[in-house]
């Protein structure tokens, strides 16, 4: 979980997301292993999406799984009809 305070807006919250997706997404030298993982970032804003922490995650949660079952390494933002396809 990465919290964003004074978040400048969506496009600030996206640079982030693809940050850190390029950041988790170099490959990783382990002794004679090179281990690449896949990223799947969920991202929910304040007060639109949630107005406390625990909706807030469930809501970036839900987004996160939107964005695993289009196809990985990739971000998603949280979208109120999400909820009917989360079951």
């Known amino acids: 979980?990465?919290?964003?305070?004074?978040?400048?807006?969506?496009?600030?919250?996206a640079h982030v997301a693809?940050?850190?997706?390029?950041?988790?997404l170099q490959p990783v030298d382990a002794g004679t292993v090179r281990a690449s993982v896949s990223v799947s970032i969920g991202i929910s804003i304040y007060p639109g999406?949630?107005?406390d922490v625990d909706t807030l995650m469930q809501h970036a949660d839900i987004a996160m799984y939107h964005a695993k079952q289009g196809g990985r390494n990739a971000f998603r933002f949280?979208?109120?009809d999400m909820n009917a396809h989360s079951s």
Do not use: C, K, N
């Not at 979980?1 to 919250?13: C, N, P, R, S, T």
């Not at 693809?18 to 988790?24: D, L, N």
């Open 1 to 13: 979980m990465i919290i964003l305070a004074d978040i400048g807006g969506v496009d600030q919250a």
């Open 18 to 24: 693809e940050s850190v997706m390029h950041s988790i």
């Open 78 to 80: 949280f979208r109120p």
């Open 49 to 51: 999406d949630g107005t």
